[in-house]
């Protein structure tokens, strides 16, 4: 069973930068497209960013030129680097194995990490 370890959230105010981090176990994670997704109490969870196992990666419009996604296979590590921050990046963060268009693979989620953007 894959489980995901999320860390780095925080209180950040408006403008400012969080790097985030998700530690995977099990195998094969350098084959794994990874995905970075954010939920917002009473809306959906949403892909904001998603890695192929050799570095290409895709962004949601909403964070496109200000998130950048990486990862470290020999560490079954994904990063996010937010830049830029605003409110409308406040919501708990997760990262999954990446599945058929915007959906997550696996069922079971970590616990997430908090991103509040607040001055």
């Known amino acids: 069973q894959v489980q995901f370890v999320e860390s780095g959230g925080g209180l950040v105010q408006p403008g400012g930068s969080l790097r985030l981090s998700c530690a995977v176990s099990g195998s094969f994670f350098d084959i794994y497209v990874m995905g970075w997704y954010r939920q917002v109490p009473g809306k959906q969870r949403e892909l904001v960013a998603s890695i192929i196992g050799t570095g290409s990666t895709k962004y949601a419009d909403s964070v496109k030129g200000r998130f950048t996604i990486s990862r470290d296979n020999a560490k079954k590590t994904v990063y996010l680097q937010m830049n830029s921050l605003t409110a409308e990046d406040t919501a708990v963060y997760y990262c999954?194995?990446?599945?058929?268009?915007?959906?997550?693979?696996?069922?079971?989620w970590g616990q997430g990490t908090q991103v509040t953007v607040s001055s």
């Open positions: 999954n194995r990446k599945g058929d268009g915007n959906f997550a693979y696996y069922r079971d």
